[in-house]
């Protein structure tokens, strides 16, 4: 029940995060001064780790991303992906149905696979060893897959890396589960993540605002999480439909080049 001494309340929690997140922005413009808060801290630590036990999950992504038209309309483009990992066999599938692009990925743990349905082709090339090592390069080249972020952090990524103010807003509630709601600042971005509360602590949902661009453009998704999918033997293999044709892979060195340097 939102009573006035709650809303009075939130009021000055939301006031004491703001000027949080504002306190480092004049060091952030000459400097890497870092602020974050022990308790939001803990929280992203505690996602990390335990994203990092998974061995098989599958999520579901419902994203939507701002752009802005040369007739300066700012317009939003929806996309639905589900990804789906096997990490001890170093395997992955997502697929994506949107308002811009539909594509599948298939990653088998020797060769990438990405299937665009709207154009009828196909592009299969020789891939990294593992997964740490697609995602790294992916990166690397380029190339854009829904919730490669998350990917990233599940292997060896640190979400903490380029923030300078962190705070720990309050809780939340993201289709019916009860998080934590975490606001970041980078040097050109501010972004929030929910996290889920208790034994799971899952990203639930993420909103990314772009600084210093017209309109402030905003990218977010919110995230459904299933730790025990089914996985057959088709769902890591890629059969061309009839009629699709196989295309060469732009600058597949590029998907190999940080391999020399391990794992990322």
Same mark, same amino acid.
């Given at each position: ?36 808060s ?56 997502s ?33 990294p ?16 897959m ?21 705070? %720990?807003?309050?809780?939340?509630? $993201? ?10 600042? /980078? #040097? =050109?971005?501010? +972004? ?9 602590? %899952?990203?639930?949902?993420?909103? $990314?605002t ?9 990218? /977010? #998704? =919110?995230?459904? +999480? ?39």
């Amino acid at each position: 029940m939102n009573t006035p001494q709650t809303k009075k309340s939130r009021a000055a929690l939301l006031s004491a995060a703001l000027l949080a997140l504002s306190m480092p922005l004049a060091a952030q413009d000459t400097g890497p001064a870092q602020w974050i808060s022990p308790e939001a801290r803990a929280v992203v630590d505690s996602m990390s780790a335990y994203l990092r036990t998974l061995k098989t999950f599958q999520i579901e992504g419902l994203s939507s991303r701002d752009e802005l038209t040369a007739l300066g309309y700012k317009v939003q483009n929806n996309e639905r992906s589900v990804l789906t990992v096997n990490r001890q066999d170093n395997k992955l599938r997502s697929e994506v149905t949107g308002d811009i692009r539909n594509r599948t990925f298939i990653y088998d743990g020797d060769r990438l696979t990405i299937y665009s349905p709207d154009d009828a082709v196909f592009a299969r090339v020789d891939a990294p060893d593992s997964l740490p090592k697609l995602i790294g390069g992916l990166l690397n080249a380029g190339i854009e897959m829904p919730m490669i972020d998350v990917l990233y952090q599940a292997g060896a990524g640190n979400l903490m890396e380029d923030v300078r103010g962190g705070v %720990l807003l309050g809780e939340s509630n $993201i289709n019916g589960v009860s998080c934590y709601h975490l606001a970041f600042r /980078q #040097a =050109t971005i501010d +972004w929030q993540l929910w996290v889920e509360k208790g034994a799971r602590p %899952l990203p639930c949902k993420i909103l $990314i605002t772009t600084r210093y661009e017209v309109g402030d453009p905003q990218y /977010q #998704a =919110t995230l459904r +999480w299933n730790l025990q999918p089914k996985i057959d033997s088709s769902t890591f293999v890629f059969t061309p439909p009839k009629g699709v044709n196989e295309i060469p892979f732009n600058d597949p060195a590029s998907l190999k080049e940080v391999t020399a340097g391990g794992d990322r």
